[in-house]
């Protein structure tokens, strides 16, 4: 499996690589193919995503023992905390930062794209939040029971899930990564890059900052060498910068903790595929400092800080399971955009279309975040729980 993420890591920058040239010069009918590729490999890749989480984290679950519900709160209540914490973070930096920057809006419209030579529905049997639950429903009522036979045949499941991820799953990801970025290169999406250019990377910069600040904490408390686990996370970082989902991401993020030596790999099973739907710290940290942006561009002020704050609170609710799609995080809080910060659809029109700019690196945070949390829930675990 090691050899398959690396060759998937070179496939992937080739494929991002080929996408943006081919999206330069591409007519109209190849577009239309491309269109068709993006929307198959999407439709597959979204489809495997719930069994994914149920096959990972049903069976783990189900073979912990102990104060196993206690640990799901600790879960939870940790992903909500580094969220939170990444947007107060991004707050203190917007204040601070956005004054000083002089971005303009850029004018123009984008290239439109042609119209799909036909569209494949395959809709997932769950949406990912069902599945989540189903998942920690059927592990704990299989704990409650005591019940082998089936926490048997979830660990059966589990294996029929991994050689999905192995023989569907990581194979179709170039070529999903590929259509997705010869779209935008299309659009003109990629030339808009070089406008907000500086807030961009002042985000990515701080996405940086947050990773390093959790596996540090993660290494204090723990007492172990967190570089044991951000290390494997390689092939899961680049995997997210093509996906752009958090999701799509998560049988690489999978591989890559179960492949650290310091990681408890009945918790990393279950813990992984949990954060991975509510732990949204790059997202969360990148929309709170660039609703600074908007604000400041468009409403000449940046938004009060009782509202902001009120705004993070909420958001950190809201990011938990937005889908595991482009944008997902932004497009689930537009409600709260509108009702507390009283943008109007200028304002949700810029935010939605900066945050796409650098979507992909938001979802990368998220996903290398993830296992930092989980070396905390692994050594809480050992500590409290006993499973």
Same mark, same amino acid.
């Given at each position: ?8 890591? *070179? =496939? ?15 007519? +109209? ?6 269109? *068709? ?13 719930? &069994?994914?989480? /149920?096959?990972?984290?049903?069976? #783990? ?12 709160? !600790? ?44 569209? &494949? ?5 769950? #949406? ?25 045949? %979830? ?19 170039? =070529?999903?990564?590929?259509? $997705?970025?010869?779209?935008? #290169?299309? +659009?003109?999406? /990629? ?8 807030? /961009? ?15 540090? &904490? ?6 172990? $060498?967190?570089?044991?686990? *951000? ?66 561009? &468009? ?43 009283? !943008? ?12 796409? %700019?650098?979507? #992909? ?6 996903? @290398?975040?993830?296992?930092?949390? @989980?070396?905390?829930?692994? @050594? ?8």
């Amino acid at each position: 499996m090691r050899k398959l993420l690396s060759n998937t890591i *070179v =496939l992937l920058l080739l494929a991002v690589v080929a996408g943006i040239l081919a999206g330069f010069f591409i007519p +109209e009918a190849g577009m239309k193919g491309v269109l *068709v590729l993006k929307q198959i490999s999407g439709q597959i890749i979204f489809f495997l995503v719930p &069994l994914i989480i /149920i096959g990972f984290v049903a069976p #783990s679950i189900a073979s912990l023992k102990g104060s196993v519900s206690r640990l799901i709160v !600790f879960a939870f209540s940790l992903a909500y905390l580094s969220s939170v914490g990444a947007a107060f973070f991004a707050m203190l930096v917007g204040y601070q930062v956005i004054p000083l920057l002089d971005i303009r809006p850029v004018t123009g419209s984008l290239r439109e794209l042609p119209e799909v030579l036909f569209s &494949l529905e395959i809709p997932p049997m769950l #949406s990912v939040m069902s599945a989540l639950l189903f998942s920690v429903l059927i592990g704990l009522g299989c704990i409650w029971i005591k019940s082998k036979e089936i926490a048997e045949l %979830l660990l059966q499941f589990r294996e029929i899930v991994l050689q999905l991820v192995k023989r569907i799953l990581i194979p179709l990801l170039p =070529l999903y990564v590929a259509a $997705n970025f010869c779209s935008l #290169s299309y +659009e003109g999406d /990629i030339s808009r890059l070089g406008i907000f250019l500086p807030v /961009i990377l002042i985000a990515i910069a701080c996405h940086y900052l947050w990773l390093l600040l959790l596996y540090g &904490l993660a290494a204090v408390y723990s007492g172990k $060498n967190s570089w044991q686990v *951000v290390k494997f996370y390689l092939p899961a970082y680049f995997t997210a910068l093509g996906t752009m989902s958090s999701a799509a991401t998560l049988g690489v993020a999978l591989e890559c903790a179960n492949k650290s030596p310091v990681l408890d790999k009945k918790v990393s099973d279950f813990s992984i595929p949990l954060f991975a739907n509510i732990h949204l710290c790059g997202s969360i940290l990148t929309e709170v400092f660039f609703v600074c942006v908007v604000s400041q561009l &468009l409403y000449g002020q940046l938004p009060a800080l009782s509202t902001l704050v009120l705004f993070i609170f909420l958001l950190g609710i809201f990011a938990v399971g937005a889908p595991g799609v482009p944008g997902g995080t932004v497009l689930a809080s537009l409600g709260i955009v509108v009702s507390v910060l009283g !943008f109007d659809d200028a304002g949700t029109a810029m935010l939605i279309a900066i945050f796409a %700019l650098q979507d #992909s690196f938001g979802t990368a945070c998220n996903i @290398t975040g993830d296992g930092a949390l @989980t070396l905390i829930t692994s @050594t809480f675990s050992k500590r409290h729980c006993k499973i």
